[in-house]
């Protein structure tokens, strides 16, 4: 399994966790979501290490998303 680190923009709220737990969790081989509304970065547990669906998934729902590069 492979773990993917994303950070998002615009994670204010509770309601924002779930708009985005739910939209990510609908893309195929998502496993598991975890949201820290604190820093505003999202990990993506998953078999492969794909990003572009899950970023494209965040956008579309009204996040900015990108990669982290530090992870």
Do not use: C, F
Not at 38 to 46: A, D, I, M, N, Y
Request: charged share 25%; proline share 1%.
């Amino acid at each position: 399994m492979s773990q993917i680190h994303l950070n998002v923009q615009g994670i204010d709220s509770a309601a924002s966790i779930d708009v985005i737990t739910k939209a990510l969790a609908l893309l195929e081989d998502v496993k598991d979501v975890h949201v820290d509304w604190e820093s505003g970065r999202v990990q993506v547990t998953r078999p492969s290490n794909r990003s572009d669906d899950l970023i494209h998934a965040l956008n579309k729902v009204g996040y900015l998303a990108s990669l982290d590069q530090d992870e």
